[in-house]
C-alpha cells in the first residue's frame, strides 16, 4: 500500500493519513465460511490422495 502525503510534510498529514490506512484496512473473518462445505472426505487421506497424484 502507498501513502502518498503532500509537501510540506506535517505531523498532522501524518497522522491523518495513518488514520485514513487504519480505517481502511479491518481484518475479516472466515468463521461464516467454516463448515460449509459437506463431502464426507477425510482432510488427511484427501490431502494424501491429492500429493500422490503429482508424482
Do not use: C
Not at 480505517?23 to 467454516?34: A, I, T, V
Amino acid at each position: 500500500m502507498i501513502i502518498e502525503i503532500k509537501k510540506p510534510v506535517t505531523k498532522e498529514k501524518v497522522r491523518d493519513a495513518l488514520a485514513l490506512v487504519s480505517k481502511e484496512h479491518r481484518k475479516k473473518s472466515l468463521r461464516k465460511h467454516f463448515g460449509k462445505l459437506k463431502r464426507g472426505l477425510n482432510g488427511t487421506s484427501y490431502q494424501k490422495k491429492i500429493r500422490d497424484e503429482w508424482n
